[in-house]
């Protein structure tokens, strides 16, 4: 069956350091993979988007891979602040590109400890 | 520039009824795609309409329905509420990542 699987436990760093969450997928053959930050009570908001043919995406604090020979994407925001804690949603497409389907993990909490 | 919006903000309903949420997506956006996201779990995929057209439908019963107006707004309907559908309702319009609006939380007691 299909699957897309984040982390479920929290994940608590100090400050300053490199926080990396993981997603896995099995049974898709997605065109891309998008990574969104989700405050409580808020909407998903777009952080980076990486496509099949792109193994790695920079922006800012944040680097995102994408290995789909491994089935994998991890995402990395280094220098982490406070600021940075929030639930990250990793999201792939779910019809190899051809309508705007999502389908999302359920999401790692990550917790910046100052 | 407004982002997606979103409305009501929150609403209570009893099982039985009958539910519209209303979004409006980024001006020039003419994708919009609406999401459930219940308590604990990512969002999933309800509909996709483009130019007024439905896009994609995911696994949700009949009772869900939407549809998009000339100006690209849209909107989702809710029949016969169960608790079940007591959730956060997302809905998104895109250019590229997908743009969320705030959502709609909907409590169905």
């Known amino acids: 069956s299909q699957k897309i699987e984040q982390n479920s436990e929290a994940l608590n760093i100090q400050e300053g350091k490199t926080a990396t969450l993981t997603c896995n997928y099995t049974?898709?053959?997605?065109?891309?993979l998008q990574w969104y930050r989700q405050d409580p009570g808020r909407g998903p908001v777009f952080l980076l988007l990486?496509?099949?043919?792109?193994k790695e995406k920079r922006k800012e604090r944040l680097k995102v891979t994408f290995d789909t020979t491994l089935k994998q994407s991890l995402f990395h925001i280094t220098a982490s602040q406070p600021a940075d804690s929030a639930t990250y949603l990793c999201?792939?497409?779910?019809?190899?590109?051809?309508?705007?389907?999502?389908?999302f993990g359920t999401g790692t909490l990550l917790a910046v400890q100052p | 520039d407004a982002g997606v919006t979103q409305s009501p903000t929150h609403l209570i309903k009893t099982r039985g009824q009958h539910v519209t949420l209303r979004c409006s997506p980024i001006s020039g956006h003419k994708s919009v795609s609406w999401y459930q996201q219940v308590l604990g779990q990512g969002p999933q995929f309800i509909f996709q309409?483009?130019?007024?057209?439905?896009?994609g439908r995911g696994n949700f019963p009949d009772r869900f329905s939407a549809r998009q107006f000339p100006n690209y707004s849209s909107e989702l309907n809710v029949n016969a509420l169960l608790l079940g559908d007591s959730a956060l309702y997302l809905c998104?319009?895109?250019?590229?990542?997908?743009?969320f609006g705030p959502g709609t939380r909907l409590t169905v007691l």
């Open positions: 999201a792939l497409d779910a019809d190899g590109g051809a309508t705007n389907k999502l389908i």
């Open positions: 309409y483009y130019e007024k057209e439905e896009r």
């Open positions: 049974n898709y053959s997605p065109a891309y």
């Open positions: 998104a319009s895109s250019l590229g990542g997908q743009f």
């Open positions: 990486i496509r099949e043919n792109e």
